[in-house]
């Protein structure tokens, strides 16, 4: 294999991205350590055993008091952090012995999507009481006490796909009944997240875009080619075609929202008996912007299933008419065509940038735990997403 | 292909060595024997995926060689059904035997800057104004699109795609 200078970059080529692509401040540190990290040695997944002396290390100092951790467990589905289970035994400030099952988020040598602890631990924090997601209980930011970036929160129960059905990785396919059931919960929880009034938290890891300016848009644009300029292992004229005309094209944000940014099937777990959804996972992708980049999100083909007679369904729950009309009802807000359909280009040029960019590089760097799957995601979603965005943008030129 | 069959192989090597090996119980002898023979195989496969190519021509090369030296040292070539089918064999193989193939890495790289200097080029189109704009941007297009449907074929298969039935099958796509 050839010289790959960006798989060894240099401060001065790193210094030159940051000035080239200002992003917020939170986003700079977790693409400039990916590339510090990058440097480094081959990364190795955690075993059980290595994190539970870095586990026990770390809440030492974050428990007053005895504890107990055990039970440790690796848990699967994540391509981009590694995770594990574990039980706690600890005195709450009451002197009340607990035990709890919760979660370990570790920031790995590398991902498909980089991003800061800080800011999903926040975001977990400033939804409790409006939408189902972990309670965000420890966080080592920049890894500085646990060895890696990494977060502790509570442990959700469900299931992300209904039992025995199949899934490509990206698609879920539900039957009838759990289509009923979770629709509208899936639509009715992302109207509200729109609504959520952020201002009221502490998001202090986010740097909030000005509503009525295209900040917001810029803000996404520089974060995405910084990560392209970083990742990329060949070049994709299309990619270079759709950046330039998403950044003459950038409209102005009328409500700044919380975005969730991986908002889909797969990203939220249910009760297999019940039907409700019990949390809505993932939220590292985050940003402060405009609800209609998680409406054209949801509605990218990527993540699409055909029903029974072959009719096709946003994230495999119900039509895009539907999903769409009834998020206009639950949230109260407009959904404006011309905005969707800018955001779909934007949503499928980052879904291309995440897979060619970061995917790629991470199974050609081989400097992530999950290597083999983006070896085998890549060439299978890559074409597809390159596809959809060319479907999307061939009549715009 | 930017994941070429070297980060594929590179890829299983891993997660058999960090993951799934280490994971196998002592006891299960067979299992572990047969995990490290895995692992042995793909080593061995990664050394040579670069050159299997070239190396598959140079046997035709070699063989074909072989087949024009006994039939010329056949005293009396009377016509006969295997001297027939050995001439026409060798007449097929003699042009392809001489073919000169990149290994696969040296491909590799050429085609990613070829992509490189096609996408300077684009930008330096997309400057010049919308005329000239307009007209790189259909090109991309179109040239996009076809390698698409490729990739697309390629991993058809493998259960990513909505409409794999729609798409040819990859022995008849060039």
């Given at each position: 294999?050839?010289?790959?200078?960006?798989?060894?970059?240099?401060?001065?080529?790193?210094?030159?991205?940051?000035?080239?692509?200002?992003?917020?401040?939170?986003?700079?540190?977790?693409?400039?350590?990916?590339?510090?990290?990058?440097?480094?040695?081959?990364?190795?997944?955690?075993?059980?055993?290595?994190?539970?002396?870095?586990?026990?290390?770390?809440?030492?100092?974050?428990?007053?008091?005895?504890?107990?951790?055990?039970?440790?467990?690796?848990l699967t589905g994540g391509a981009?952090?590694?995770?594990?289970?574990?039980?706690?035994?600890?005195?709450?400030?009451?002197?009340?012995?607990?035990?709890?099952?919760?979660?370990?988020?570790?920031?790995?040598?590398?991902?498909?999507?980089?991003?800061?602890?800080?800011?999903?631990?926040?975001?977990?924090?400033?939804?409790?009481?409006?939408l189902p997601?972990?309670?965000?209980?420890?966080?080592?930011?920049?890894?500085?006490?646990?060895?890696?970036?990494?977060?502790?929160?509570?442990?959700c129960e469900g299931v992300t796909k209904p039992s025995g059905e199949a899934a490509s990785g990206m698609r879920t396919s539900f039957g009838p009944d759990y289509r009923k059931a979770l629709a509208p919960q899936f639509i009715r929880h992302l109207a509200d997240?729109?609504?959520?009034?952020?201002?009221?938290?502490?998001?202090?890891?986010?740097?909030?875009?000005?509503?009525?300016?295209?900040?917001?848009?810029?803000?996404?644009?520089?974060?995405?080619?910084?990560?392209?300029?970083?990742?990329?292992?060949?070049?994709?004229?299309?990619?270079?075609?759709?950046?330039?005309?998403?950044?003459?094209?950038?409209?102005?944000?009328?409500?700044?929202?919380?975005?969730h940014?991986d908002y889909r099937a797969g990203n939220f777990l249910f009760s297999p008996t019940t039907l409700q959804i019990t949390a809505i996972l993932d939220?590292?992708?985050?940003?402060?912007?405009?609800?209609?980049?998680d409406l054209?999100y949801v509605i990218d083909p990527l993540f699409s299933e055909r029903n029974e007679n072959g009719e096709l369904l946003v994230c495999g729950l119900c039509t895009r008419e539907v999903f769409l009309d009834e998020y206009?009802r639950c949230?109260?807000?407009?959904?404006?065509?011309?905005?969707?359909?800018?955001?779909?280009?934007?949503?499928?040029?980052?879904?291309?940038?995440?897979?060619?960019?970061?995917?790629?590089?991470?199974?050609?760097?081989?400097?992530?735990?999950?290597?083999?799957?983006?070896?085998?995601l890549?060439?299978g979603v890559?074409?597809i997403?390159?596809?959809a965005?060319?479907?999307?943008?061939?009549?715009?030129? | 292909?930017?994941?070429?069959?070297?980060?594929?192989?590179?890829?299983?090597?891993?997660?058999?060595?960090?993951?799934?090996?280490?994971?196998?119980?002592?006891?299960?002898?067979?299992?572990?024997?047969?995990?490290?023979?895995?692992?042995?195989?793909?080593?061995?496969?990664?050394?040579?995926?670069?050159?299997?190519?070239?190396?598959?021509?140079?046997?035709?090369?070699?063989?074909?060689?072989?087949?024009?030296?006994?039939?010329?040292?056949?005293?009396?070539?009377?016509?006969?059904?295997?001297?027939?089918?050995?001439?026409?064999?060798?007449?097929?193989?003699?042009?392809?035997?001489?073919?000169?193939?990149?290994?696969?890495?040296?491909?590799?790289?050429?085609?990613?800057?070829?992509?490189?200097?096609?996408?300077?080029?684009?930008?330096?189109?997309?400057?010049?104004?919308?005329?000239?704009?307009?007209?790189?941007?259909?090109?991309?297009?179109?040239?996009?699109?076809?390698?698409?449907?490729?990739?697309?074929?390629?991993?058809k298969t493998a259960g990513f795609d909505l409409d794999a039935a729609a798409?040819?099958?990859?022995?008849?796509?060039?």
């Amino acid at each position: 294999m050839s010289f790959d200078p960006k798989q060894h970059p240099t401060e001065e080529w790193i210094a030159g991205l940051r000035v080239r692509y200002p992003t917020e401040r939170y986003v700079d540190r977790a693409l400039t350590r990916k590339l510090h990290t990058r440097i480094g040695p081959t990364y190795h997944p955690q075993t059980v055993e290595s994190v539970a002396g870095r586990l026990r290390h770390f809440l030492e100092r974050e428990i007053q008091g005895p504890f107990a951790v055990s039970n440790i467990g690796t848990l699967t589905g994540g391509a981009s952090k590694e995770q594990f289970s574990f039980h706690l035994r600890w005195q709450d400030a009451g002197g009340d012995t607990r035990t709890e099952r919760l979660v370990l988020r570790i920031t790995p040598g590398a991902s498909a999507a980089e991003t800061h602890r800080l800011r999903e631990f926040q975001l977990m924090g400033a939804l409790q009481g409006t939408l189902p997601v972990p309670s965000p209980r420890w966080i080592d930011p920049e890894g500085a006490l646990f060895g890696q970036p990494c977060l502790i929160c509570s442990f959700c129960e469900g299931v992300t796909k209904p039992s025995g059905e199949a899934a490509s990785g990206m698609r879920t396919s539900f039957g009838p009944d759990y289509r009923k059931a979770l629709a509208p919960q899936f639509i009715r929880h992302l109207a509200d997240l729109a609504n959520v009034d952020w201002r009221k938290h502490d998001l202090s890891a986010f740097d909030a875009p000005r509503q009525e300016t295209r900040e917001a848009v810029i803000q996404q644009l520089n974060w995405w080619e910084r990560v392209w300029a970083e990742d990329s292992v060949a070049a994709e004229p299309l990619l270079t075609l759709v950046g330039r005309w998403l950044r003459d094209h950038a409209p102005t944000v009328d409500k700044v929202s919380i975005v969730h940014g991986d908002y889909r099937a797969g990203n939220f777990l249910f009760s297999p008996t019940t039907l409700q959804i019990t949390a809505i996972l993932d939220w590292e992708l985050a940003f402060l912007g405009d609800r209609h980049a998680d409406l054209a999100y949801v509605i990218d083909p990527l993540f699409s299933e055909r029903n029974e007679n072959g009719e096709l369904l946003v994230c495999g729950l119900c039509t895009r008419e539907v999903f769409l009309d009834e998020y206009a009802r639950c949230s109260g807000l407009p959904v404006d065509p011309e905005r969707l359909r800018y955001y779909e280009i934007l949503m499928g040029w980052r879904n291309c940038v995440i897979a060619l960019g970061g995917g790629s590089r991470c199974a050609v760097g081989q400097t992530s735990h999950q290597d083999i799957m983006f070896a085998w995601l890549v060439p299978g979603v890559a074409p597809i997403a390159l596809g959809a965005l060319r479907e999307l943008v061939k009549d715009l030129f | 292909m930017l994941i070429d069959d070297p980060v594929r192989i590179r890829s299983l090597i891993r997660a058999l060595q960090d993951v799934v090996i280490p994971s196998i119980a002592p006891q299960a002898q067979l299992a572990l024997e047969q995990a490290n023979l895995v692992r042995l195989h793909l080593s061995l496969m990664l050394t040579q995926t670069d050159y299997a190519y070239r190396l598959q021509l140079s046997e035709l090369a070699h063989f074909s060689a072989m087949l024009g030296e006994l039939i010329a040292c056949l005293a009396a070539p009377a016509g006969s059904t295997d001297l027939d089918r050995a001439r026409q064999l060798l007449q097929r193989a003699e042009p392809i035997a001489r073919l000169q193939i990149p290994d696969r890495g040296e491909l590799a790289r050429l085609t990613v800057a070829v992509r490189e200097a096609s996408d300077r080029i684009l930008q330096a189109a997309l400057d010049q104004g919308d005329a000239v704009g307009r007209q790189a941007a259909h090109i991309v297009l179109d040239y996009v699109g076809r390698q698409i449907v490729r990739e697309r074929v390629a991993v058809k298969t493998a259960g990513f795609d909505l409409d794999a039935a729609a798409l040819p099958d990859l022995k008849d796509v060039t």
